[in-house]
Every structure is written in C-alpha cells, then in structure tokens.
T-cell receptor, first 110, second 112 residues
Framework: DVKVTQSSRYLVKRTGEKVFLECVQD?????MFWYRQDPGLGLRLIYF???????EKGDIPEGYSVSREKKERFSLILESASTNQTSMYLC?????????FGPGTRLLVL | TQLLEQSPQFLSIQEGENLTVYCNSS?????LQWYRQEPGEGPVLLVT?????EVKKLKRLTFQFGDARKDSSLHITAAQPGDTGLYLC????????????FGEGTQLTVNP
C-alpha cells in the first residue's frame, strides 16, 4: 500500500527559528512535492523534486528551501520562520500524474 | 491567476440530497483528478479522467470530463454524512510534467 509519512502532525515554533519538515515515501517515486494549504487559497506548490539532488521552485518558494539527498526523503526547510508561514504543509510523491499525499503538518509560528 | 475555478466554495446539504461540484478552466488539461480531503488528513485520490467526454462512476459519485478537456464536474447522488469533506480538482498539462494545478476546493457538509 502506498505510504507517505511526515515527521510531525503538529509543530509550534517561534519567529526566527529554523524549521525542518521531513517527508518519506516508500513507493520508489521519482517526483516529490511540498505544498502549503491555506483557507481560501487552496494548495500552493512551494518546491518539487524530480530526482535525487534535483529541485525546482514552485509558485511560492520565498522563505523556503528543500533538500533531497535520498530518493525516499524530501525535506522542507524554513530558514527563519515567520508568522506568515503558519499553515498546513503537505508533502506528496507521484507516479506519473497521480499524487499521493502525506497526512500534513500543521505549523504554528508564534 | 487561478487556472482552475471550483464552485461552489461551500455547500451544506441534508442527507439524501443530490449535489454537483464544478471545476472550470480556460486551459486544456491532459487529465483531471478529483481528490477528497478529510479534516487533519492529506487529500486522497478519488478518480482520474483523461478523455474528453469521459464519465466515471464510483458508487454514488459520478465524474465527468468536458468534451474540450477544460472542465469537469462531480455529482453525488443521495449524499450521506460520510461524504463530508473538502473536494479538490487538479489538472495536469503536458507542458507541466508531473505538476498539478489545484482548484481552491469545495467544502461539503452533509447534515444527518
């Protein structure tokens, strides 16, 4: 069965902290994605990766970076967390056009 | 610019009623997917439609892809409280690889 896991379901951080969100998939998928989801704005793509060590900016990459050292793991980094980064973060991996999502991390930045 | 417009944004109905959710665009998509997301969880794929005019049924849910592959609809017959959730449409384009464009979602509440 397809599985995408995210390191935390809930996270509370302070402004200025460096935040790491981790995502692991067990399906040997090439492509992985990070989105944020906000009411009224839908899912917005932050970064995606189509291979190990490869990454591309999505629609809203500012304030974020990513790392993909191994095929199964895709990390999202908030270099210096700000209150406007409070959101639900969703990771996904894909087989062709079908995306499989993790359960999400709800991040609160105080 | 929102490439996929979903309507309505919110829908609250009684158990047993029928409903339709629409997903519209001025762009052509190679395929269109529908996901359902429950509170505190990630979206889960319901169906993928790839051919213009295609109709797919999943129990009480009927999905249709427009002839021109620019729009889609989701119709639920005799809605049940278990259908409550956020419904998202997502389109794929040949030029975008595996990237999807998501609609804003329709929050459906089915009251018992």
């Amino acid at each position: 069965d397809v599985k995408v896991t995210q390191s935390s379901r809930y996270l509370v951080k302070r402004t200025g902290e460096k935040v790491f969100l981790e995502c692991v998939q067990d399906m040997d998928h090439e492509n992985m994605f990070w989105y944020r989801q906000d009411p009224g704005l839908g899912l917005r793509l932050i970064y995606f990766s189509y291979d190990v060590k490869m990454k591309e900016k999505g629609d809203i990459p500012e304030g974020y970076s990513v790392s993909r050292e191994k095929k199964e793991r895709f990390s999202l980094i908030l270099e210096s967390a700000s209150t406007n980064q409070t959101s639900m973060y969703l990771c996904a991996s894909s087989w062709y056009e079908t995306q499989y999502f993790g359960p999400g991390t709800r991040l609160l930045v105080l | 610019t929102q490439l996929l417009e979903q309507s309505p944004q919110f829908l609250s109905i009684q158990e047993g009623e029928n409903l339709t959710v629409y997903c519209n665009s001025s762009s052509v998509f190679s395929s269109l997917q529908w996901y359902r997301q429950e509170p505190g969880e990630g979206p889960v794929l319901l169906v993928t439609v790839v051919t213009g005019g295609e109709v797919k049924k999943l129990k009480r849910l009927t999905f249709q892809f427009g002839d021109a592959r620019k729009d889609s609809s989701l119709h639920i017959t005799a809605a049940q409280p278990g259908d409550t959730g956020l419904y998202l449409c997502a389109g794929a384009r040949v030029t975008s690889g595996s990237r999807l464009t998501f609609g804003e979602g329709t929050q459906l509440t089915v009251n018992p």
